[in-house]
């Protein structure tokens, strides 16, 4: 074992259960005598760089545990996306604080950032343990049945829509949300496991692993509205034409853009608005309204899956685990072995680094405006145990006497 100073790190989008992996990490670490100090970055690789580091071996046990059922990132994060001369100065910073074990919690991009990482330590010949942990709402990593901070993010995205179904169902018309997922529609495929009777919305889900055509979602909007009196739809942020240009660039006179150069998807609400619109003019249905959930599904107090926070801990814990009693370098992957439990292991960071995972055909119907029951049952577990459900009054009608 190395012995010298730990360091974790969060990054990207926060997720309510990323705190878990935070705190397992953190915990494990400060079991092994070889470890001198536990430090967090604070925001990530931008407070590495900054050399903005919270002393956590100072930090109680039972606070740490508090802080690990907190949805959110305790230690802050960041959006940054490094490059090589980025990774070359978080380096420059390892070596200078005597960090010998870096543990950095998040998806792609920071799976990269550790693999780069990783890769300068060698050629500098410095003893570094590198390990990424797994985590994002979007459920795109790479060698993983499912990821961290998803199904807590699912398990909103249901009931959100359970709740919305209740709605639409009271008050008929037709009635969008818009899920987040740029590539992956796993969290919005969620929406249908807030499902209970055959009629019920979503009636009508989009995912970006099929083409978005703005006629044919028309046609699908009528035809529905027309069977059941009122529609429920749900759509990723990420869905696309043909050509793979998304949506939102086709119907908004303007787009925003984020600070990675990607276009800003679903952050403003435009998709939802627009979408409405079009239903608007072209169905002339009135009762038409739209919603995205945004930040909502990431962070929900309150709404959170037991299976998730303790696979996010246990990620944290093997961790640590591999880079001590291993000594290798990796990203802790969660693996299914049977209905319902799971093992973990360490995969290659170039397999998982940079890389983005969509949902398999066998999870979306050949309408391609649903899921499957394979999909149903890939999902159900994770969402963890006290799913709320949703029940009507029997149609136990009076016979009419005045209108016959």
């Known amino acids: 074992m190395l012995r010298g100073k730990v360091l974790v790190a969060q990054g990207g989008g926060p997720t309510a259960v990323i705190n878990q992996s935070m705190v397992g990490a953190v915990l ?180 970006p692993e099929r083409t978005f055509e703005v006629e044919r979602f028309l046609s699908d909007v009528k035809a529905t509205y027309d069977r059941f009196g009122r529609c429920v739809i749900a759509v990723s942020e990420g869905i696309h034409d043909a050509s793979g240009r998304p949506i939102i660039t086709q119907l908004a006179k303007e787009v925003e853009k984020d600070a990675h150069g990607n276009v800003q998807l679903s952050g403003t609400g435009a998709l939802a608005d627009l979408l409405c619109e079009e239903i608007k003019a072209k169905l002339g249905i009135k009762r038409v309204r739209g919603d995205t959930f945004g930040y909502l599904q990431r962070s929900f107090v309150g709404c959170v899956s037991d299976v998730d926070q303790r696979e996010a801990r246990e990620v944290g814990e093997k961790a640590v685990q591999y880079a001590m009693w291993g000594d290798v370098d990796g990203s802790v992957a969660i693996e299914r072995t049977g209905f319902y439990s799971v093992d973990y292991r360490l995969v290659p960071l170039e397999m998982v680094a940079g890389k983005t995972r969509v949902m398999p055909d066998e999870f979306i119907a050949p309408s391609g405006t649903d899921v499957t029951d394979a999909f149903r049952l890939y999902l159900r577990p994770l969402l963890g145990s006290g799913m709320p459900d949703a029940y009507r009054l029997r149609d136990n009608r009076v016979a009419k006497i005045l209108k016959k």
Not at 115 to 121: L, P
Not at 141 to 167: E, I, K, Y
Request: hydrophobic content about 40%.
């Open 28 to 207: 494990e670490s400060r079991k092994f005598q070889n470890v001198d100090l536990v430090y967090g970055a604070f925001h990530g690789v931008r407070g590495i760089v900054n050399e903005d580091f919270l002393d956590l071996t100072q930090e109680t046990t039972h606070n740490l545990e508090m802080v690990g059922a907190t949805p959110s990132s305790a230690l802050g994060s960041t959006r940054d996306k490094p490059d090589l001369k980025y990774c070359q100065e978080i380096f420059k910073v390892l070596q200078a604080h005597g960090i010998k074990y870096f543990f950095y919690i998040g998806g792609n991009d920071s799976s990269d950032t550790v693999r780069i990482v990783n890769e300068e330590a060698r050629k500098a010949d410095y003893e570094l343990r590198c390990v990424h942990i797994p985590k994002t709402i979007d459920n795109d990593l790479m060698c993983n049945d499912h990821t961290p901070g998803f199904p807590s993010a699912a398990r909103f995205v249901a009931q959100a829509f359970m709740g919305a179904n209740l709605d639409n169902w009271s008050l008929p018309g037709v009635y969008i949300g818009v899920v987040m997922g740029r590539h992956a529609g796993f969290l919005t495929a969620a929406s249908a496991l807030g499902k209970k009777f055959p009629d019920d919305g979503p009636h009508l889900i989009y995912v």
